[in-house]
Each structure stands twice: as C-alpha cells, then as structure tokens.
C-alpha cells in the first residue's frame, strides 16, 4: 500500500510576524508544483491567521498549528480551540511535541484529549512520541512509545488509524544527533506492528520521523519503507532547506526511486 508522503515544518516559537509572513511566501514561490507529497507549514498560534492571508488561493502548502486545546470551547483561558484553527484554514495541527510534554508537562491523557479534539475538529493530528536518550540506552523505547501510544488508541479506537505519527526521539530534537535510517526505520516499523496489534489498519497510517533532519540526511531517511516523511523544527526555518526535504520526499515517492530515493 502506498500511503501519501508528509513534510511538516514546525517554526516552534520563533520569527517576527513580518518574517514569518515572508517565510511562507518564499516556501510557496521555491516549491516544485504536482509533488507528490503533502507539504504543511506550523507557524506560531498568532501568527497562523497572517500565514493563512499568504497562503490564500493555492492548494500546495497546508497551514498546520503546533498545538490545540484539549476541550472543545468555554472557560480555558490562552487556549485555542481545534474549531478555531479550522476556521482559520488550519488541515494539520501537532500534538504532544515533547517540548510540550517537557515544558508545558502534557500528559499522554492531555495528548490524547487533544488528539481526539482535532480529529472532531477536522483536523489531522500529527501525534508526537519519542524516547529519551536515557529511556534509549536502558533498551525501553518500544515500551515508552507504546505507553505513549496506548493512550491515544484508547481514547481513539478505530480512529487511531486517522493520525499520523510522528516518531520524534527526544535526543534528536534540535541537537544536530539525527537518528540513522536504520534505527528509525526499525522504531517505524515497531509502532506499526504495535497498531496492527491494536486491530489499526496499520499499513494505512503516515508515521513520519523528527529530528535534525536535513538536506543532508533527508533522501536516506525517506526511502526506508516505513518513513512516511519528516516533521522538521530547524530546517523548516529556511526556506531552501525544507524545499529540499520536500524535493526529497517527493523523489522518494515516485516508482522508480531507487534505494537511496534518488532518481539518478
Ligand atoms: C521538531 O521540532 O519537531 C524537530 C524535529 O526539530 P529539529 O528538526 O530542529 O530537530
């Protein structure tokens, strides 16, 4: 089954609004047309309705948020709401980042609650999971991440099969340390097994990989079967970086693609 690719950029909480604006002009101008990958950007919440103004008119470039609350409207002061962000033009919207889950202390609970408020939203979720470098070396990632996981498939159900996953190892986050293709391929292959086991149409689920991906990494990392794309934080900050991602990922789609993902 051949499941659509998916570059995510996250700008996490950086830029002016002037920038931000200009940003995502120069994503959209250097972006190859007919890619056969889906390609979002996640600006900062108050920057999203800027953004949209932008991206106004053309299909190719998805607005995504970083976050959303966990109720669906009322008392919840500095929230935003998933219907909010639809409004707003918003397809895609990250939960559980782990910068959330470090900072902000979200809870697998919390991430579910805000999964499931997406997806009644009509949002996509983008659903982070990830391993510490700890959790790693002590042998735990599968447990950690199907800890993580449990909680979201027992609010979703069947539903589960609607997110995509993001497999974000916390040691790779921003420090330039990108998990080898075959190490994430073998994490991606794991939390697909672990769906399959929870009665999910696994092999229809986009699980894409996080984590210092680059230009330079980005062509192996997608074409390892099980990576269904990348979720970017600094690449995405530079507009020719992540065009190249995209470009990666789309090259890795296309019949033809070597093992590299490269059509020489
Ligand atoms: C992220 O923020 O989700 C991320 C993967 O960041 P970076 O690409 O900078 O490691």
């Known amino acids: 089954m ?52 932008v991206l106004q008119g053309q299909a190719q470039l998805l607005l995504g948020a970083q976050d959303v609350a966990a109720e669906a409207d009322g008392a919840y002061t500095g929230d935003v709401s998933g219907a909010m962000l639809r409004e707003l033009g918003v397809r895609y919207c990250i939960v ?16 579910a609650q805000k999964t499931q408020r997406a997806l009644d939203a009509g949002l996509t979720p983008i659903v982070c999971l990830g391993e510490t470098a700890q959790q790693r070396d002590a042998g735990w ?31 790779a986050i921003g420090t330039g340390q990108t998990a080898s293709p075959a190490q ?5 292959a794991a939390l697909r097994e672990q769906m399959a086991q929870r009665g999910v149409a696994a092999e229809r689920v986009r699980i894409v990989y996080g ?38 990922a789309g090259r890795s789609a296309m019949p033809g693609a070597g093992a590299m993902g490269k059509l020489e």
């Open 184 to 188: 994430a391929q073998q994490v991606h």
């Open 96 to 111: 559980g980042h782990s910068e959330r889950r470090q900072h902000q202390h979200e809870s697998n609970l919390a991430v």
């Open 2 to 53: 051949t499941r659509r690719k998916l570059v995510a950029g996250n700008w996490k909480m950086t830029g002016s609004l002037a920038a931000n604006r200009a940003l995502a002009a120069e994503v959209l101008e250097r972006l190859p047309g007919h890619l056969p990958c889906d390609v979002v950007i996640c600006p900062p919440p108050v920057h999203v309705a800027a953004v949209a103004e």
């Open 211 to 248: 984590g210092s991906m680059n230009p330079a990494n980005a062509a192996d990392l997608l074409a390892q079967p099980d990576i269904d794309g990348g979720l970017v934080g600094g690449a995405a900050r530079v507009a020719d970086d992540f065009v190249d991602i995209v470009e990666a």
């Open 141 to 171: 990632t599968d447990w950690v991440l199907g800890h993580q996981l449990d909680a979201v498939a027992r609010a979703l159900g069947q539903r589960l099969a609607e997110v995509v996953l993001a497999y974000e190892p916390v040691w």
